[in-house]
């Protein structure tokens, strides 16, 4: 089945955010109904009468009913305002789990070892080691733990040096010729008198928000921070709202990267089970999976609303400062 076409016809709707690339059984009062709908996902739900009829999900598209999941506004969790924490801490030897990021942004966490090709580093979200996701490269390449939010300061807590990132498609192109080419056209659409104004796009599949440090310069271990046992690894954590988090999936970071996770096998997971991570903020928690191939749009700051393919759904699972942990399908603390 095409879900494309059946997301084209809802995705303009007010408060739609995403959907299930897969047919969902529907769930009506917390309990599962025997009957396939097409799942649409939006930030808010409100009452019927409080839209439009213009801007109501139809209860079916293409013959297929629909089932609406308010999941809340998915956003790169923002930092919140939080009493200092065992996991903010300057730790060495370095482990995963803990306070970390581009001397350029605020913190987020140290998920987990990768390699490639013998060469190994640090993991994390894109927006957490690198200036702007939505950008090709990172000008700034110094990596802090604890983060600069933390009150890391460089030269003394840099633990490594950025390599690079997974770049996000969907936001202005700063390529010079393409904006260039905007400005020309834009300006004969001023000499004639037009009002129309032409922008820049990048254009690309985003299924991770991933990125990489070189070799660290400081002592590490192989340990997730408060955790005794780990495997499975499933994913890293990178958006949410209160009511449900975003995963991005190990094995599309290995599949689009060709980096893999050390030591650790990656394990996939359904709608249904459970995960588990470690924190920076909101240290160890664990999740119900409720989608396994969910697209969703997410908020990167600015008015900038980037759409992800293919991503692992759970129970809200992340606070600000969490972004980049690993997800585990089993963990014992």
Request: glycine share 10%; hydrophobic share 35%; with cysteine.
């Amino acid at each position: 089945m095409d879900f494309s076409v059946l997301w084209d016809t809802v995705k303009h709707l007010h408060n739609v955010t995403g959907y299930s690339g897969k047919l969902r059984n529907r769930v009506k009062d917390g309990k599962t109904v025997e009957e396939e709908v097409f799942r649409v996902y939006v930030s808010r739900k409100p009452a019927l009468m409080e839209l439009a009829v213009s801007q109501r999900v139809p209860p079916e598209v293409e013959g297929i009913p629909t089932d609406i999941w308010d999941i809340g506004a998915m956003v790169i969790p923002p930092l919140m305002g939080l009493n200092p924490l065992a996991y903010t801490q300057r730790e060495r030897p370095l482990v995963a789990g803990i306070g970390l990021g581009n001397e350029s942004i605020t913190v987020g966490t140290f998920g987990w070892y990768f390699e490639k090709k013998g060469e190994f580093g640090l993991g994390s979200n894109a927006h957490v080691l690198s200036e702007d996701p939505l950008q090709s490269g990172s000008m700034e390449k110094d990596i802090l733990q604890p983060g600069t939010y933390d009150h890391g300061t460089a030269p003394e807590d840099i633990v490594a040096k950025y390599r690079f990132h997974q770049q996000l498609y969907g936001a202005e192109s700063t390529c010079p010729v393409s904006r260039g080419l905007a400005f020309t056209v834009n300006s004969l659409s001023m000499l004639a008198l037009r009002r129309t104004r032409f922008r820049s796009y990048t254009e690309g599949i985003n299924k991770i928000d991933f990125g990489m440090t070189k070799e660290p310069l400081v002592d590490y271990e192989l340990e997730i921070y408060g955790a005794k046992e780990w495997s499975g690894f499933t994913s890293l954590g990178f958006a949410g709202s209160d009511k449900a988090s975003f995963f991005c999936k190990a094995q599309n970071i290995l599949d689009m990267t060709g980096w893999k996770p050390v030591d650790a096998e990656i394990e996939v997971v359904e709608e249904g089970d459970t995960q588990h991570k470690v924190g920076r903020t909101s240290e160890y928690t664990q999740g119900k999976v409720l989608d396994d191939c969910a697209q969703g749009t997410v908020d990167y700051g600015g008015y900038r609303y980037i759409e992800l393919s293919d991503l692992i759904m759970t129970d809200a699972m992340l606070l600000g400062g969490d972004s980049g942990s690993s997800a585990w399908a089993r963990m014992v603390v």
